[in-house]
């Protein structure tokens, strides 16, 4: 009697057991799911950014996610048109995937050519090169008309395909669906948001430009008194300056991004988030970029710098939405506490400022963009690619 109550339980334990490896497997699936999905974005931003005038593109979707984010959505959710682009990862690791064999073939071609020009080897190698083009070409666009899944890829389904490849309305709507995966990822709409982005920029970079003019004109007299006062200037603007962005991607609208009371309220609710904040958004993100560009990266690998650029600019514009979320979310301050919070915070905000203030004005005798680089502050302004001429 003992045993048979006992297998019951056994049977539910091994049940219980065997749920949670299923489950702990579809985390694990999920996350490197999530993670390639991610990957996929930094990198289809950092081709963006790569590509003059596309990197407005860039940059409204980097003001998009902040903006999203202040508006109290998601993480994921705030990081828009990720699954998108995970498909368009998957396509070109299976586009390289399956070009690999073919350029073995063809390798081996040229081989047997130098070798032995003429021979009936080479031209069997080089027929073979073709029908494996045709092949993997055939193979990729049947998993990209199936979806661009990652099952599509692994699995062609051939029965399926001798069954429905011959046939007109297996294709007929497959550049309907293209279309439309094109028109959903907006990219006209985050083009112009990047154009009034930039625009709205400049005008409070006015400082910065004053700060070219009087070195250009010298740094003593009176061009070093005005240079020192826009100097000045550009710290105060620097600490609304971020959050202004994020409010302007949050209404969608220009003015909001010179709504300076609003975001002097914002930072009355939640002064050390906002402190955070411009902590990863002016210095722990942006100031290791500064020795990319001590000197001009070749234009051979343009990508890797500009693969920096935007996995270190995702994660700041990320810090300045949560921590306008985090204060449109909370009520008006009240207390000792709060006060003694924003006085502390308007105390520690000035030595944040100061050092990214240091470290630009270093940088304008390190950088190979010289005096340009107070305008070309990845930190605020749009993604540009540190390469040379």
Request: with cysteine.
């Amino acid at each position: 009697m003992t045993l048979l109550e006992d297998r019951p339980g056994i049977e539910r334990g091994s049940r219980g057991a065997r749920s949670f490896a299923g489950r702990a497997v579809g985390g694990v699936v999920g996350f490197t799911g999530w993670a390639f999905e991610l990957a996929s974005l930094v990198v289809f931003l950092s081709v963006l950014t790569a590509i003059p005038l596309l990197q407005l593109i860039a940059f409204g979707y980097l003001l998009e996610v902040s903006g999203r984010l202040a508006s109290g959505a998601t993480l994921g959710s705030a990081l828009s048109h990720r699954r998108e682009a995970g498909r368009m990862g998957l396509a070109a690791i299976g586009l390289w995937v399956a070009s690999l064999p073919v350029q073995l073939i063809a390798h081996w071609e040229s081989v047997a050519t130098v070798i032995d020009p003429g021979s009936r080897q080479a031209s069997r190698l080089w027929s073979a090169a073709v029908v494996m083009a045709v092949v993997a070409i055939v193979y990729l666009v049947w998993a990209w008309a199936r979806g661009g899944r990652l099952r599509h890829y692994l699995w062609p389904e051939p029965m399926r395909f001798a069954r429905e490849s011959w046939r007109w309305r297996t294709w007929r709507d497959v550049p309907d669906r293209l279309g439309a995966f094109t028109s959903s990822l907006r990219l006209p709409g985050r083009f112009w948001m990047g154009v009034r982005g930039v625009a709205g920029t400049l005008v409070w970079l006015l400082p910065a430009m004053v700060i070219i003019v009087a070195n250009r004109q010298g740094e003593t007299g009176l061009a070093g008194l005005i240079g020192g006062l826009a100097l000045v200037a550009l710290g105060v603007v620097l600490m609304y300056l971020p959050m202004l962005q994020a409010n302007f991607a949050a209404e969608n609208d220009w003015r909001s991004l010179f709504a300076v009371r609003t975001v002097r309220r914002d930072f009355r609710r939640a002064p050390w988030a906002w402190l955070l904040a411009m902590g990863f958004g002016l210095v722990v993100f942006p100031i290791p970029l500064y020795l990319l560009k001590i000197e001009a990266t070749p234009r051979e690998v343009m990508w890797l710098p500009c693969l920096a650029l935007v996995a270190m600019a995702l994660p700041a514009r990320m810090a300045f939405g949560l921590a306008l979320r985090r204060a449109r979310r909370r009520g008006e301050p009240v207390g000792v506490w709060a006060a003694v919070s924003r006085w502390a915070v308007r105390f520690l905000m000035p030595a944040i400022v100061a050092i990214y203030l240091t470290v630009l004005t270093v940088s304008q005798s390190t950088s190979w963009d010289g005096l340009q680089t107070w305008v070309r502050q990845h930190a605020v302004l749009i993604p540009v690619p540190f390469v040379g001429v």
